[in-house]
């Protein structure tokens, strides 16, 4: 069963650094999306991405955050300089043309 | 009115019970609800979803159950498991070009042996 990775599963970073996401959405999905989840919190939305532009974006996703897709397989999220609240998981999920959002594993991000 | 707010945020059962998870949303403009679990450590999994235009859908023990008029909708899980111990986010979206997931707060299930 096809399914959304995403690596590190875990990263660690010094406040100020910059760190970069990867995901790997399913194959055929045309929509890609990052969430965060504080820890013991709900899964907050981030950012909408569709035909290789943002379609919908929170106030949360600020300057301080960019997405990508460099490939036709790679979708990843930036941070430019971390802040200690940037801590938390990370979620990319894919859809295709039909309503339904499919999860990645998560990246745990720790700004230390 | 991007809300959704769910209820309890935490639930105990017996084995063979049937929890219910209450969600409840203020904008008319969502017109897609999935129930999403989630075991500690890994990403929310799509257990089943709806649209407003049926009351109820069912798949396998699970089934929601909704109310277009009164903005809530719900979970039941029945003849539950130990296995079925995990937390549960009910969501909520409208279709446009980004179509977000807007969560719940979460419940966390546990059922006793």
């Known amino acids: 069963e096809p399914e959304v990775t995403q690596t590190p599963s875990h990263q660690v970073t010094q406040m100020g650094q910059e760190v970069i996401l990867r995901c790997v959405p399913i194959?055929?999905?045309?929509?890609f999306y990052w969430y965060r989840q504080i820890l013991g919190q709900k899964v907050e939305f981030l950012v909408s991405?569709?035909?290789?532009?943002?379609?919908?974006k929170s106030e949360i996703f600020d300057d301080q955050f960019s997405v990508e897709r460099p490939d036709g397989s790679n979708f990843t999220l930036k941070i430019r300089s971390t802040k200690l609240e940037d801590s938390a998981m990370y979620f990319c999920?894919?859809?295709?043309?039909?309503?339904?959002?499919?999860f990645g594993p998560g990246t745990r991000l720790t700004v230390t | 009115q991007q809300q959704v707010k769910q209820s309890p945020q935490s639930l105990i059962v017996q084995k063979g019970g049937i929890p219910i998870i209450n969600c409840a949303y203020e904008?008319?403009?969502?017109?897609?609800f999935p129930w999403y679990q989630q075991f500690p450590g890994k990403g929310p999994a799509l257990l089943i979803a709806i649209r407003p235009d049926v009351s109820e859908k069912k798949e396998g023990r699970f089934t929601i159950s909704f109310n277009k008029s009164a903005k809530q909708f719900s979970l039941h899980i029945m003849d539950s498991q130990p296995g079925d111990s995990a937390t549960y986010f009910c969501?909520?979206?409208?279709?446009?070009?980004?179509?977000?997931?807007?969560f719940g707060g979460g419940t966390r299930l546990m059922v006793k042996p």
């Open positions: 194959s055929n999905h045309l929509y």
């Open positions: 999920a894919s859809r295709d043309l039909a309503y339904e959002q499919y």
């Open positions: 991405f569709y035909n290789n532009e943002i379609s919908e």
């Open positions: 904008n008319t403009a969502f017109d897609y």
């Open positions: 969501a909520a979206s409208k279709w446009n070009a980004g179509n977000m997931l807007t």
